[in-house]
């Protein structure tokens, strides 16, 4: 059995490996057309350059005449750029008992405000201990007002929703903003 550090599997097939008896044909100096595979490759060689199969599942197979090591390393340098734009999500969790405070809950408030400017998702739940689960509807009122008052800068994903011992609500931020 071969050792896997040694064959690295390819993205693309090129020059011998494309198996198929036509292709079209693209690139730089090249008229594009459809040509037999071995007229194809002859071409490319003639220029010194690599066939490399740019789409297999099109009818006939789209080939490209292109230096396939520095095609390599532009896609791996969009696939760099793409990962660096995407923004990774935190779900931040605020936490409230059934008899939570005006005040607490005015300061939790702001907390998940800055949250969500942030880009974060927000996860507020109410956690009933020992008998406080009898208080059911004022955890499900509390999590309403809280999402009520975070309308502005989040939307709500799920409603209230109870399990177990917590009610959750979940909330995401309307506008994304980049992280610095």
């Known amino acids: ?41 002859e071409i490319a060689r003639q220029q010194g350059l690599d066939l490399v199969e740019i789409s297999p599942k099109a009818v006939p197979p789209v080939c ?14 969009k696939q760099k750029e793409l990962k660096a734009k995407t923004h990774k999500t935190v779900v931040k969790e605020i936490r ?3 008899n939570t405070d005006d005040h607490d809950f005015e300061f939790k408030l702001k907390h998940a405000e800055t949250f969500l400017k942030e880009g974060n998702k927000v996860k507020a739940y109410v956690h009933f201990a020992g008998r406080t ?3 059911k509807e004022r955890g499900e009122i509390l999590l309403l007002k809280f999402a009520q008052a975070l309308e502005e800068v989040g939307k709500v994903d799920q409603m209230p929703k109870l399990e177990g ?15 610095k």
């Open 1 to 41: 059995m071969a050792n896997p550090r040694e064959r690295v599997e390819e993205p693309f097939r090129i020059n011998e490996k494309i198996r198929v008896p036509e292709v079209r044909l693209i690139g730089e100096n090249i008229e594009v057309g459809i040509y037999p595979t071995a007229k194809a490759l």
């Open 96 to 98: 409230f008992g059934p």
């Open 64 to 77: 490209k005449i292109i230096d396939y090591s520095k095609f390599k390393y532009e896609q791996k340098k």
């Open 133 to 135: 689960i009898v208080f």
């Open 165 to 179: 011992k917590r009610m959750h609500v979940m909330i995401s931020p309307k506008t994304v903003k980049p992280a």
